[in-house]
């Protein structure tokens, strides 16, 4: 099996990384399968905040340390589940740097690299996003490839909160304002409604409910990046 890092910024999103790519080798051919390595970058949601808001060096500190004893191990691909942590870091000169410094190619996929392709697609969408400097990147990222787009967003650190506390998505929604936030995007014209955090899929199905808008999710494309270059190699 293909060993790859998951890193994202809570124990509990690092896991949800980890049993995405376990639910993906169910219908993989065997050679395509992958050993996914659980990679929490902070204790909880609290301490993942500040992380965000902190310096680079100090972020870069805390990454080296992982980065460096997986790819001693072996490990060339690593998967940031983790729309926070991929919005406040630059993960592609990251990859550049370790591949320079390790002479690998070292491979980073991150839901940013996605949203620079997706902007495209449309002319209005709705970002659901855990904080606003999350939602910020993702902005920025949706921007650099439709200067035209629009983008009416959303950020709510309670969501990840309630979702860390395993409370039930239908409580969640209902203590989170789901349906009216939905419903605003939806009046201002949003096409469709970007989860712009790896904690949110487990709303899905609740919000499928609510919402009048299709769901996007980016972690099915970052997914088919890693398997293009496991197919090339």
Do not use: W
């Not at 890092?5 to 395509?32: C, H, R, S, Y």
């Not at 349906?179 to 949003?190: D, P």
């Amino acid at each position: 099996m293909h060993k790859t890092a998951v890193l994202a910024g809570t124990p509990v999103d690092t896991q949800m990384g980890v049993d995405f790519l376990n639910g993906k080798n169910e219908t993989a051919a065997e050679d395509m399968r992958i050993k996914p390595l659980y990679r929490p970058v902070t204790e909880d949601c609290d301490v993942q905040l500040r992380f965000q808001y902190s310096d680079d060096d100090e972020k870069r500190d805390v990454l080296d340390s992982i980065f460096d004893a997986d790819i001693e191990d072996g490990v060339r691909d690593f998967f940031i589940y983790c729309n926070s942590l991929s919005g406040a870091f630059d993960f592609d000169r990251y990859a550049m740097r370790k591949s320079l410094e390790s002479g690998e190619d070292i491979r980073i996929y991150t839901p940013l690299q996605i949203y620079r392709k997706l902007g495209e697609n449309y002319s209005r969408i709705g970002v659901l996003a855990a904080n606003n400097l999350s939602a910020h990147s993702i902005e920025e990222a949706l921007l650099s490839s439709n200067g035209d787009l629009y983008v009416i967003g959303s950020g709510n650190m309670a969501i990840v909160r309630a979702i860390e506390d395993g409370k039930d998505p239908r409580q969640i929604a209902g203590e989170c304002g789901l349906a009216a936030a939905a419903a605003y995007m939806k009046a201002c014209g949003a096409e469709a409604l970007l989860l712009g955090c790896t904690h949110f899929p487990c709303l899905r199905e609740e919000l499928e409910k609510i919402c009048r808008l299709p769901i996007i999710d980016p972690a099915d494309m970052m997914y088919e990046e890693l398997m293009k270059h496991l197919i090339r190699e």
